[in-house]
């Protein structure tokens, strides 16, 4: 096993991990890849969809490619890339981690794919790295399923009209209109005890005068001093989309009607939005 030091942080698309990812980058005591989403254990454990396994081998070549056109050896991003390209064993990638960051610096592993981990895959998380910890993410599911309808539809469906974007993930069985937190926290609690677990409201990573208590506590619970927000690149949520339908929030918010309770319970309060959309929708 490992040192005790890795820190996988999860949670469902759009919810704020790439926020997360250019903070951390940023904290000269912690260590991130260049690698946002190593996304190893889903695609180990067959959970991963068919683009984020070809995206390894794919993210590589192009980066071998176009260092060697301009004569340049393959630099630290390639040589993750290369690394990550050529892993077969929990143990390649546990060394991964361990060649790079030393002694008692926590080592972050950033992929939105281990929301969709079942309990056999967070076990081998845990077996794989001793004292292995989780930061799971939580955003209120209708601005985080209406913030990935814009993402789909800016990357895959340019031409098409909202509508259709929102019929397409509806229909998936585990899109963004499904998927609930209180579910993927109980299938973490079955591998990972409480303690090992701390859960961040996306939407107070996005509020200035909250941000830096909640980035102290996650320093405070990795292990690592607390570190200034500054002004990086995402140090604000700078999204901005269409205005969100009556129906599309109410629809959200009634199926992830569950998460409210769930979330207010392991929390002790619900941030502003949540409250709101469960005062408007659940307490009929």
Not at 208 to 219: E, H
């Amino acid at each position: 096993m490992g040192n005790g030091n890795y820190v996988a942080i999860i949670g469902p698309p759009r919810s704020g991990t790439t926020w997360l990812f250019r903070f951390l980058r940023e904290h000269p005591g912690v260590f991130v890849p260049f690698i946002k989403e190593i996304n190893w254990f889903n695609i180990a454990t067959g959970k991963a969809n068919e683009n984020q396994v070809a995206n390894v081998q794919r993210q590589y070549e192009l980066i071998r490619d176009r260092r060697a056109a301009q004569g340049l050896d393959l630099g630290i991003q390639g040589q993750e890339r290369k690394e990550r390209a050529e892993m077969r064993t929990d143990a390649d990638f546990r060394a991964f981690f361990e060649k790079r960051a030393h002694g008692d610096t926590p080592y972050f592993d950033i992929s939105p794919g281990y929301a969709g981990l079942d309990v056999d895959g967070f076990k081998r998380m845990n077996d794989t790295f001793s004292n292995a910890k989780i930061v799971l993410l939580l955003r209120n599911k209708p601005d985080r399923a209406w913030s990935v309808v814009h993402h789909v539809k800016k990357r895959r469906f340019p031409e098409a009209d909202l509508q259709f974007v929102i019929n397409y993930l509806s229909s998936a069985a585990d899109g963004p209109m499904t998927k609930l937190l209180s579910e993927i926290y109980a299938t973490v609690l079955q591998a990972f005890t409480p303690s090992h677990v701390h859960c961040i409201y996306t939407e107070e990573l996005f509020d200035p005068q909250a941000q830096q208590k909640v980035l102290d506590d996650l320093c405070h619970f990795v292990g690592a001093r607390p570190h200034l927000v500054g002004d990086f690149e995402y140090s604000q949520n700078r999204g901005s989309y269409d205005q969100m339908s009556f129906g599309f929030r109410k629809e959200a918010t009634l199926k992830g009607a569950a998460d409210y309770a769930w979330a207010e319970k392991i929390m002790g309060y619900l941030p502003p939005l949540w409250q709101k959309d469960r005062d408007r929708y659940l307490n009929d």
